[in-house]
């Protein structure tokens, strides 16, 4: 879900951020000239993200946060629609300006850490199904959300304009309460941690506060792979002593 939400918290509709721009109200120019700010933004956003884990901020702040600041900008975008057609204008680059500082949010976040979030969370055993799985999950939303964008801003479909940002603003909502329910935060955690803490079925809102060693001998003995891992071992020393007065 980490890598759906990137589409669902309003990034497949900033793909078309000039032709947006455009029908906000915009001349072609000033869209493009956006447009291209908005990518260089996320160039900036990209190493602003390295940094902001790098001083100590966990994931889970930064994603849940970032997520809070999107949903945040696309309502505002929304209720800009609202701007009488005297300051359509005003309003259109107003707009644009909100954009720049949405793309900035979003690399600064959601785009740049659900990388680490997929890299870290996922259990070694099963990481490979693990992300290819999640991957395709995202190609299947990115679909889907590259299909209804271009009606929702064409002027000879559903003409939403601004109005879009109410719709990918109820949606990325939606991504935030499963993301603080069910997103664990990974920062400071080994592999083996983290696995112990899902197998603990810990909740995701306490990851980073519960204290666990994975060195305890009950804490091992006591989970769900151990005992499968016995169970095998019981098996295989089964197998032996039959071997062994089959020969006798």
């Known amino acids: 879900m980490a890598w759906a939400i990137q589409n669902l918290s309003?990034?497949?509709?900033?793909?078309?951020?000039?032709?947006?721009?455009?029908?906000?109200?915009?001349?072609?120019?000033?869209?493009?000239?956006?447009?291209?700010?908005?990518?260089?933004?996320?160039?900036?956003?990209?190493?602003?993200?390295?940094f902001l884990m790098s001083i100590g901020l966990g994931r889970r702040t930064l994603y849940l946060g970032g997520l809070c600041g999107l949903c945040t900008m696309l309502m505002i975008m929304g209720f800009l629609g609202l701007v009488p057609e005297e300051h359509r204008n005003q309003g259109a680059l107003a707009t644009g300006a909100m954009m720049i500082v949405w793309a900035l949010f979003y690399q600064l976040t959601v785009g740049t850490v659900c990388y680490s979030l997929v890299a870290e969370l996922s259990t070694r055993r099963l990481q490979i199904k693990t992300v290819v799985l999640g991957r395709?999950?995202?190609?299947?939303?990115?679909?889907?959300?590259?299909?209804?964008?271009?009606y929702m801003l064409n002027p000879g479909a559903w003409d939403w304009s601004n109005f879009t940002g109410f719709f990918w603003g109820g949606i990325c909502f939606c991504c935030i309460i499963y993301t603080y329910f069910r997103l664990p935060e990974p920062q400071g955690r080994s592999f083996a941690e983290l696995d112990l803490l899902f197998e603990k079925g810990v909740s995701a809102r306490k990851f980073a506060s519960t204290v666990i060693d994975v060195f305890d001998e009950k804490n091992i003995s006591d989970t769900v792979v151990f005992k499968e891992y016995e169970g095998v071992e019981k098996k295989h020393r089964e197998e032996e002593r039959r071997a062994s007065l089959t020969k006798v």
């Open 136 to 150: 395709n999950l995202y190609n299947v939303v990115g679909i889907i959300c590259s299909v209804l964008s271009p």
């Open 10 to 50: 309003g990034n497949a509709f900033s793909g078309y951020s000039t032709y947006f721009l455009q029908q906000a109200g915009l001349s072609p120019s000033k869209s493009y000239d956006f447009a291209l700010g908005q990518y260089g933004i996320n160039m900036g956003g990209v190493l602003g993200a390295w």
